[in-house]
């Protein structure tokens, strides 16, 4: 017997334990970034069928920011409106209201129901597309070992992860399902060949990987986080809920829309319609409380659509194809720290557990890592100072205790008489632009500069974009581009690669005296940008500058603004995708982005602009060179 090899020993920036949705997010920001990253997931192939299967605003903004919305807007089902279902006095089933279910001009997107199976493979093409980075699969984390001694020398690798690499299973037969249009086909055997292949030299076997920053997103039952010692607090009570996505026979008239059913004795249930003419049903099941067991073997299939039959009736309920079904045995809990050392970090489920009715698991989980990884990954490039890491706890944790809260009051919600639920529209508009992910507005730190007084222009005395939130992201209204014309979204300005913008609304550049003064600051713009950039690299690798004025389109031109506006390569020549104006369309109307953001159409002001689109700092012209070297040298590492 040939004796057992040592671990081979590799060593990589980044790792991230789990493939599911918020560790394909933050594969995303690393490869965008070019970051030396291992993604391992314990599973032998991604997520099929089920799981989580819908898409707030917020995230298909981000989406959209990467480039990868365009399939779920397409294909998804989009949530427009909700209807809430209630007993009237003599116990019948009757709808109440309907809903809409988010106020116009929330966002350019509107929820959609997407499976999470289709979410992860989006992802991880766009992986493939943006610098190869493939997911490692049937790995096992085995043991975690964190140096805390050298966690504050960046050239360290401080963590010690150590893996298994598993054998595929190449018996057996899978049972696969699809779907042609909108009906079950006919159902397959798929085989496979019982004589392994030959091993590859790693499967099998033990690794041992150095890393400088490990991210765990191996959800409800981290390893990640048993391995560190931290623990989930809160509710003591769990709910256990099933779900269930079939096609519906069904007389229910709502049956294409979002729905919360309330029956007068039998329970609740929350529809959630799909593609592919599927529905997803959730049904409340039971509570468990802290001590009891829950046997889920006791649970099925049947029982769950029986369940489901009493709450729906008088209507009917039959299905012809079941997709999915599963058990979620589910507590509102977060933990008390989303890191150690600002070496490990947790995200998603893995720090933050609660219930389905909020619709919040998936799209929370990925924008923790959205959060996250763009500044792991710019300590990691060097342009960062790693003091920014400790905003990930202090960012994402309040995010993580309001949802708690909230969802706290929408169970209270469902669970009271059916007076008390009576106005359906107006529970939701209390939570609407919290739940759609766009109200998020992180606090006072390092990356959002703190403001005593309302920002004015030091010429006119006028406020300085009175109606943007600091902390929030950014809105998105539209603008034409100075050069072409075209209509843009400022949102599609701000692409998720890894840059800071600072975005110079400049004012009136018809007026000359005006237009001069903002050619005055072109120096001082063109200095900061190359004081954490330096000569080597284009002058916006890491802080791109974005020029918005007020005046009239035709009015402009140019080349009579400084350089730095609109900076020149040998080879492209001068770049034409910098400066826009606030101005009337030729097809498509005027949004009036200028009034939008509380910004004087004369003075103008200066917005900056995370590489998260979070507002970082906002200031006046005039005193932008001084606020924004003071704001940066907080965060940026000098290059010259």
């Given at each position: 017997?040939?004796?057992?090899?040592?671990?081979a020993v590799s060593h990589v920036d980044l790792i991230i334990i789990g493939a599911g949705p918020a560790g394909l997010m933050a594969?995303?920001?690393?490869?965008?970034?070019?970051?030396?990253?291992?993604?391992?997931?314990?599973?032998?192939?991604?997520?099929?069928?089920?799981?989580?299967?819908?898409?707030?605003?917020?995230?298909?903004?981000?989406?959209?920011?990467?480039?990868?919305?365009?399939?779920?807007?397409?294909?998804?089902?989009?949530?427009?409106?909700?209807?809430?279902?209630?007993?009237?006095?003599?116990?019948?089933?009757?709808?109440?209201?309907?809903?809409?279910?988010?106020?116009?001009?929330?966002?350019?997107?509107?929820?959609?129901?997407?499976?999470?199976?289709?979410?992860?493979?989006?992802?991880?093409?766009?992986?493939?597309?943006?610098?190869?980075?493939?997911?490692?699969?049937?790995?096992?984390?085995?043991?975690?070992?964190?140096?805390?001694?050298?966690?504050?020398?960046?050239?360290?690798?401080?963590?010690?992860?150590?893996?298994?690499?598993?054998?595929?299973?190449?018996?057996?037969?899978?049972?696969?399902?699809?779907?042609?249009?909108?009906?079950?086909?006919?159902?397959?055997?798929?085989?496979?060949?019982?004589?392994?292949?030959?091993?590859?030299?790693?499967?099998?076997?033990?690794?041992?990987?150095?890393?400088?920053?490990?991210?765990?997103?191996?959800?409800?039952?981290?390893?990640?986080?048993?391995?560190?010692?931290?623990?989930?607090?809160?509710?003591?009570?769990?709910?256990?809920?099933?779900?269930?996505?079939?096609?519906?026979?069904?007389?229910?008239?709502?049956?294409?829309?979002?729905?919360?059913?309330?029956?007068?004795?039998?329970?609740?249930?929350?529809?959630?319609?799909?593609?592919?003419?599927?529905?997803?049903?959730?049904?409340?099941?039971?509570?468990?409380?802290?001590?009891?067991?829950?046997?889920?073997?006791?649970?099925?299939?049947?029982?769950?659509?029986?369940?489901?039959?009493?709450?729906?009736?008088?209507?009917?309920?039959?299905?012809?194809?079941?997709?999915?079904?599963?058990?979620?045995?589910?507590?509102?809990?977060?933990?008390?720290?989303?890191?150690?050392?600002?070496?490990?970090?947790?995200?998603?489920?893995?720090?933050?557990?609660?219930?389905?009715?909020?619709?919040?698991?998936?799209?929370?989980?990925?924008?923790?890592?959205?959060?996250?990884?763009?500044?792991?990954?710019?300590?990691?490039?060097?342009?960062?100072?790693?003091?920014?890491?400790?905003?990930?706890?202090?960012?994402?944790h309040q995010v993580a205790e309001q949802l708690i809260e909230i969802d706290h009051e929408i169970s209270r919600f469902y669970s009271?008489?059916?007076?008390?639920?009576?106005?359906?529209?107006?529970?939701?508009?209390?939570?609407?632009?919290?739940?759609?992910?766009?109200?998020?507005?992180?606090?006072?730190?390092?990356?959002?500069?703190?403001?005593?007084?309302?920002?004015?222009?030091?010429?006119?005395?006028?406020?300085?974009?009175?109606?943007?939130?600091?902390?929030?992201?950014?809105?998105?209204?539209?603008?034409?581009?100075?050069?072409?014309?075209?209509?843009?979204?400022?949102?599609?300005?701000?692409?998720?690669?890894?840059?800071?913008?600072?975005?110079?609304?400049?004012?009136?550049?018809?007026?000359?005296?005006?237009?001069?003064?903002?050619?005055?600051?072109?120096?001082?713009?063109?200095?900061?940008?190359?004081?954490?950039?330096?000569?080597?690299?284009?002058?916006?690798?890491?802080?791109?500058?974005?020029?918005?004025?007020?005046?009239?389109?035709?009015?402009?031109?140019?080349?009579?603004?400084?350089?730095?506006?609109?900076?020149?390569?040998?080879?492209?020549?001068?770049d034409y995708e910098k400066v826009y104006t606030d101005d009337l369309s030729h097809h498509e109307g005027f949004e009036n982005a200028?009034?939008?953001?509380?910004?004087?159409?004369?003075?103008?002001?200066?917005?900056?602009?995370?590489?998260?689109?979070?507002?970082?700092?906002?200031?006046?012209?005039?005193?932008?060179?001084?606020?924004?070297?003071?704001?940066?040298?907080?965060?940026?590492?000098?290059?010259?």
């Amino acid at each position: 017997m040939a004796p057992a090899r040592n671990p081979a020993v590799s060593h990589v920036d980044l790792i991230i334990i789990g493939a599911g949705p918020a560790g394909l997010m933050a594969a995303a920001w690393a490869s965008s970034y070019g970051i030396s990253t291992r993604i391992l997931d314990k599973n032998a192939s991604r997520v099929k069928t089920g799981h989580a299967d819908g898409l707030q605003s917020r995230t298909l903004e981000i989406f959209d920011s990467f480039g990868f919305a365009d399939r779920p807007l397409k294909e998804g089902f989009h949530v427009l409106e909700i209807c809430s279902w209630n007993p009237d006095k003599n116990g019948r089933l009757q709808r109440t209201q309907r809903a809409v279910a988010q106020r116009p001009g929330v966002s350019r997107f509107q929820q959609v129901a997407f499976n999470q199976g289709g979410i992860e493979e989006i992802i991880t093409e766009f992986l493939g597309r943006n610098g190869d980075l493939k997911v490692e699969r049937n790995v096992e984390p085995t043991s975690l070992h964190l140096d805390r001694a050298v966690i504050d020398n960046p050239d360290a690798w401080p963590i010690t992860l150590t893996i298994h690499h598993g054998i595929p299973d190449q018996a057996g037969a899978v049972s696969t399902h699809r779907l042609v249009d909108g009906r079950p086909a006919q159902r397959h055997l798929k085989t496979h060949s019982q004589t392994s292949p030959g091993l590859s030299p790693t499967e099998g076997e033990n690794e041992i990987i150095k890393a400088k920053y490990l991210i765990g997103c191996d959800g409800a039952h981290s390893w990640t986080r048993n391995e560190i010692g931290l623990s989930l607090v809160g509710e003591s009570t769990d709910q256990v809920w099933g779900v269930i996505d079939i096609i519906p026979l069904t007389d229910f008239p709502d049956v294409r829309l979002s729905c919360a059913i309330h029956s007068a004795s039998c329970g609740t249930i929350m529809t959630v319609p799909r593609e592919r003419r599927l529905v997803r049903f959730y049904i409340q099941l039971m509570e468990v409380s802290e001590g009891r067991t829950f046997d889920r073997s006791s649970v099925s299939l049947k029982s769950i659509f029986e369940t489901a039959q009493k709450i729906i009736a008088p209507y009917k309920l039959e299905y012809s194809y079941c997709d999915w079904w599963s058990i979620y045995q589910i507590g509102q809990r977060v933990a008390p720290k989303f890191d150690v050392g600002r070496r490990i970090f947790l995200a998603g489920d893995a720090v933050h557990n609660h219930s389905p009715k909020a619709g919040q698991g998936m799209n929370v989980s990925m924008q923790d890592t959205y959060n996250l990884c763009w500044k792991v990954s710019s300590v990691l490039k060097g342009y960062a100072k790693a003091d920014i890491l400790e905003t990930y706890h202090s960012e994402r944790h309040q995010v993580a205790e309001q949802l708690i809260e909230i969802d706290h009051e929408i169970s209270r919600f469902y669970s009271v008489n059916s007076a008390g639920r009576s106005d359906y529209q107006a529970f939701r508009n209390r939570f609407a632009n919290f739940l759609s992910g766009v109200a998020v507005a992180y606090g006072e730190s390092i990356l959002v500069k703190p403001s005593d007084h309302e920002v004015v222009d030091t010429k006119s005395s006028s406020p300085v974009a009175v109606k943007v939130q600091l902390g929030a992201r950014l809105p998105s209204y539209q603008v034409l581009n100075q050069s072409n014309a075209k209509p843009t979204q400022i949102a599609d300005m701000l692409r998720s690669d890894g840059r800071w913008r600072i975005l110079v609304l400049a004012g009136d550049l018809h007026d000359q005296v005006h237009r001069s003064r903002v050619n005055e600051l072109g120096d001082a713009f063109r200095q900061l940008l190359i004081r954490y950039t330096g000569l080597e690299t284009r002058i916006d690798a890491v802080i791109e500058l974005l020029t918005i004025h007020s005046a009239p389109r035709v009015d402009v031109e140019l080349l009579d603004l400084h350089e730095i506006y609109h900076p020149w390569d040998e080879s492209a020549g001068w770049d034409y995708e910098k400066v826009y104006t606030d101005d009337l369309s030729h097809h498509e109307g005027f949004e009036n982005a200028y009034e939008k953001y509380g910004i004087h159409r004369t003075h103008g002001g200066v917005i900056v602009c995370r590489p998260d689109q979070h507002v970082g700092c906002i200031t006046c012209l005039d005193e932008a060179p001084g606020v924004l070297e003071d704001y940066f040298d907080r965060i940026l590492i000098k290059q010259r």
